[in-house]
């Protein structure tokens, strides 16, 4: 039961941001197309996109389904299930007209620069907190340094 309330904490927290930075992208892009409102509709699809986002993110970067994989290979691994998720959104959903050659290529570099964008965003936390801990790391050997 206890792994069960982590997940869930964890989960959420995920979720939260993934379902900030997936409204985020949709409203500079609608801004940038002009558009002012959002329907209803668009808000549940773009919640289920991001709870079906973060399910992928819990099992490619969480260390509970995936124990050992090198980061960059899961990087990789993580980004073919995402494609294939936001295309069928894109489908399912109307976002993208089908027989729209342009829209679509306009669609997957827009992907790709985001995607590349909220994996340096993520680059630069883990490397700011890395480097808070390593401080207190070292605050700390120098407070027993101290003491023996």
């Given at each position: 039961?206890?792994?069960?309330?982590?997940?869930?904490?964890?989960?959420?927290?995920?979720?939260?941001?993934?379902f900030?930075?997936?409204?985020?992208?949709?409203l500079?892009?609608?801004?940038?197309?002009?558009?002012?409102?959002?329907?209803i509709?668009?808000?549940?699809?773009?919640?289920?996109?991001?709870?079906?986002?973060?399910?992928?993110?819990?099992?490619?970067?969480?260390?509970?389904?995936?124990?050992?994989?090198?980061?960059?290979?899961?990087?990789?691994?993580?980004?073919?299930?995402?494609?294939?998720?936001?295309?069928?959104?894109?489908?399912c959903?109307?976002?993208?007209?089908?027989?729209?050659?342009?829209?679509?290529?306009?669609?997957?570099?827009?992907?790709?620069?985001?995607?590349?964008?909220?994996?340096?965003?993520?680059?630069?936390?883990?490397?700011?907190?890395?480097?808070?801990?390593?401080?207190?790391?070292?605050?700390?050997?120098?407070?027993q340094?101290?003491?023996?």
């Open positions: 039961m206890k792994k069960f309330f982590q997940f869930v904490v964890e989960f959420k927290s995920w979720l939260s941001l993934c900030t930075a997936t409204m985020f992208i949709y500079t892009i609608s801004w940038i197309a002009g558009r002012r409102n959002v329907e509709s668009t808000l549940f699809q773009i919640m289920f996109l991001a709870i079906a986002v973060t399910l992928l993110q819990f099992v490619f970067f969480s260390g509970w389904v995936i124990k050992k994989m090198r980061y960059s290979l899961r990087l990789i691994l993580f980004t073919l299930p995402i494609l294939a998720l936001i295309t069928a959104c894109a489908v959903f109307g976002w993208v007209p089908v027989g729209n050659i342009g829209a679509w290529v306009t669609f997957y570099v827009i992907f790709l620069v985001c995607f590349v964008l909220i994996c340096a965003g993520f680059e630069f936390c883990f490397w700011v907190t890395g480097k808070k801990y390593d401080g207190l790391l070292g605050q700390y050997r120098e407070n340094e101290k003491r023996s």
